[in-house]
């Protein structure tokens, strides 16, 4: 077995480990609480229980997007860094205020609610690092990790919880938590990545970030990857988070559980994760991503019916070990399908879309089933959440995931213009325009080629694109894009053009005649004329100026 065979091998990388085993003392304090949380309210109903994970997960629906392009502008080390020092600030906030006799139902979800938006902002520059410590064909394996990670201390965390609960009381879990960010602390700050990020090279800047969110924004609409997995991640999540934000209620009302049967319960769970982490390579080489989706949206719902219908403390305790191995396959699957096509310089930003989509359908779904099993009952709640996953497998057979080799390290293969006046960073909008000659016989390959060349151009800039067909001389085509600015285009260049664009490009040009003309036009700006105001028209200027090359 070579080592990107197993399941464990990205262990083997030092700075993986350290970080895995130091987010993994972090994720136990954190579910430690949540177990604290939780049963604080469980006497306050269904609901209210379930807001705790509504109020973690919210904030992702605000912040997740700005995060995304803060990661991918600032030093993500330092961000990871900042953020995990203010979450242990508010984690020992909420303790002294237990210890204290003054943390009321609101206040917790309030405190709660700020540890969320600590994790919103710490999410994409922790998941667009991962990338980076291990090799390409160890990065299912390491998103596989993990989850593990996250569902082992699920498995651990709810135990120790329910002891502190049952034996010291409710404060102790806020307090454990306080101090599980000091690990993470001290391997971020011994941390010295390599930086990733290129400095600006002559005739670009740094993006702005209303530019940078929007630069993303266009990414994401034009990689039909990523919106696929956006798309399946919105058909799972949410269904399945009914098992996450009622399992509290289950184990008390229908298997009569205290805080520690709660914690062994999870435990089920965390053992399932362990399991389905081995498992994932080679559930992945013999079914693909859309088998494993498929497997992981069957087994989880049928947990889900099985912890709906059965009040036997044992047949519980085999849903979830199955639910546990489910989860980390689906999530897995997804996570890894997402990383391995996205290039540096906008991996937080998608990041940050699929984790909107994710953590935000685990917020509103815990608040969706809470709310059904107040008005109704768990069972029937836990019952139509399985169903909505079922519906959701044999969507797979249209819209499955798209599982293609993609090339997202960054290629220079895009010529240099050949510039006479060199443009200013902010000069713009910028005029691409491309002019083929295309045999006669070859002109729908060509076509069908340019449809693949669109959506890249798209990806790294464009803001309009078109190919355009010469009336007067049917085998001459002009395609024409435009940027927003000069500097936009540079990053074109240097920075946003990956083997996969170059690889659409050069099955287009490989059925030209002769090498393309490429030009570049910067609009000219309009000069008032005296003793009258400005106003910009339509085009903002005159007219473009045209540079060959």
Same mark, same amino acid.
């Given at each position: 077995m070579t080592s990107s065979d197993s399941? /464990?091998?990205?262990?083997?990388?030092?700075?993986?480990?350290?970080?895995?085993?130091?987010?993994?003392?972090?994720?136990?304090?954190?579910?430690?609480?949540?177990?604290?949380?939780?049963?604080?309210?469980?006497?306050?109903?269904?609901? $209210?229980?379930?807001?705790?994970?509504?109020?973690?997960?919210?904030?992702?629906?605000?912040?997740?997007?700005?995060?995304?392009?803060?990661?991918? @502008?600032?030093?993500?080390?330092?961000?990871?860094?900042?953020? $995990?020092?203010?979450?242990?600030?508010?984690?020992?906030?909420?303790?002294?205020?237990?210890?204290?006799?003054?943390?009321?139902? /609101?206040?917790?979800?309030?405190?709660?609610? @700020?540890?969320?938006?600590?994790?919103?902002?710490?999410?994409?520059?922790?998941?667009?690092? $991962?990338?980076?410590?291990?090799?390409? *064909?160890?990065?299912?394996?390491?998103?596989a990790l993990g989850a593990v990670n996250q569902n082992l201390a699920r498995a651990i965390g709810p135990a120790l919880g329910g002891a502190l609960v049952a034996f010291l009381g409710v404060s102790w879990t806020f307090a454990v938590n306080a101090v599980s960010f000091l690990g993470i602390l001290v391997v971020l700050a011994s941390w010295r990545p390599r930086g990733e990020a290129?400095?600006?090279?002559?005739?670009?800047?740094?993006?702005?970030?209303?530019?940078?969110?929007?630069?993303?924004?266009?990414?994401?609409?034009?990689?039909?990857?990523?919106?696929?997995?956006?798309?399946?991640?919105?058909?799972?999540?949410?269904?399945? #988070?009914?098992? /996450?934000?009622?399992?509290?209620?289950?184990?008390?009302?229908?298997?009569?559980?205290?805080?520690?049967?709660?914690?062994?319960?999870l435990g089920a769970v965390g053992l399932g994760a362990v399991g389905g982490a081995a498992a994932l390579p080679a559930v992945s080489r013999r079914i693909g991503g859309n088998g494993a989706l498929a497997l992981a949206g069957t087994v989880f719902a049928g947990a889900l019916l099985v912890l709906a219908e059965v009040a036997s403390i044992a047949a519980a305790f085999i849903a979830l070990v199955l639910a546990g191995a489910a989860w980390i396959i689906g999530l897995s699957t997804l996570n890894a399908g @997402?990383?391995?096509?996205?290039?540096?310089?906008? +991996?937080?930003?998608?990041?940050?879309?699929?984790?909107?989509?994710? $953590?935000?359908?685990?917020?509103?779904?815990?608040?969706l089933w809470g709310?059904?099993?107040? +008005?109704?009952?768990?069972?029937?709640?836990?019952?139509?959440?399985?169903?909505?996953?079922?519906?959701?497998?044999?969507?797979? +057979?249209?819209?499955?995931?798209?599982?293609?080799?993609? *090339?997202?390290?960054?290629?220079?293969?895009?010529?240099?213009?050949?510039?006479?006046?060199?443009?200013?960073?902010?000069?713009?909008?910028?005029?691409?325009?491309?002019?083929?000659?295309?045999?006669?016989?070859?002109?729908?390959?060509?076509? #069908?080629?340019?449809?693949r060349v669109e959506p890249s151009r798209r990806r790294t800039g464009a803001v309009t694109w078109g190919l355009y067909r010469d009336v007067e001389r049917p085998d001459r085509f002009v395609e024409a894009f435009t940027v927003t600015s000069w500097s936009e285009h540079s990053a074109q260049h240097h920075g946003r053009y990956t083997g996969m664009d170059h690889t659409f490009e050069t099955r287009a040009r490989e059925l030209l005649e002769q090498e393309p003309v490429v030009t570049h036009a910067v609009m000219v700006e309009q000069e008032p004329e005296a003793g009258r105001s400005r106003r910009p028209d339509v085009g903002g200027g005159t007219g473009p100026v045209a540079v060959p090359s």
């Open positions: 399941a /464990w091998s990205p262990l083997r990388v030092r700075v993986f480990r350290d970080l895995w085993l130091a987010q993994f003392g972090s994720n136990i304090g954190s579910w430690i609480q949540t177990v604290g949380a939780q049963w604080l309210l469980v006497g306050h109903g269904a609901a $209210q229980v379930a807001l705790v994970q509504v109020a973690a997960g919210l904030p992702v629906l605000f912040l997740a997007l700005p995060a995304g392009v803060l990661a991918d @502008l600032v030093d993500r080390r330092r961000l990871l860094l900042v953020m $995990q020092g203010a979450m242990a600030l508010v984690a020992a906030v909420l303790a002294g205020l237990s210890f204290a006799g003054l943390l009321g139902s /609101w206040t917790l979800l309030a405190l709660t609610f @700020l540890l969320g938006c600590g994790n919103a902002l710490n999410g994409p520059a922790w998941q667009a690092v $991962q990338p980076s410590l291990v090799a390409r *064909d160890e990065l299912r394996q390491a998103s290129r400095p600006p090279r002559p005739g670009q800047e740094r993006e702005h970030m209303l530019a940078a969110l929007r630069a993303g924004g266009r990414y994401v609409r034009s990689a039909p990857r990523v919106r696929r997995i956006l798309l399946r991640s919105a058909l799972f999540v949410p269904s399945a #988070a009914a098992l /996450w934000a009622l399992l509290p209620v289950t184990a008390q009302q229908s298997l009569g559980l205290g805080a520690a049967g709660y914690g062994l319960l @997402l990383q391995l096509g996205l290039p540096t310089w906008v +991996r937080a930003r998608a990041v940050a879309f699929y984790l909107l989509v994710f $953590q935000g359908g685990n917020a509103l779904g815990s608040l709310q059904v099993a107040q +008005r109704s009952t768990v069972s029937v709640a836990m019952v139509l959440a399985a169903l909505l996953l079922l519906v959701g497998v044999p969507s797979l +057979r249209r819209l499955p995931l798209l599982d293609g080799q993609a *090339d997202p390290t960054l290629s220079e293969a895009w010529p240099e213009p050949r510039l006479i006046v060199e443009p200013r960073p902010q000069d713009g909008p910028v005029l691409v325009t491309v002019t083929y000659q295309v045999r006669a016989d070859r002109v729908p390959a060509f076509v #069908a080629a340019m449809s």
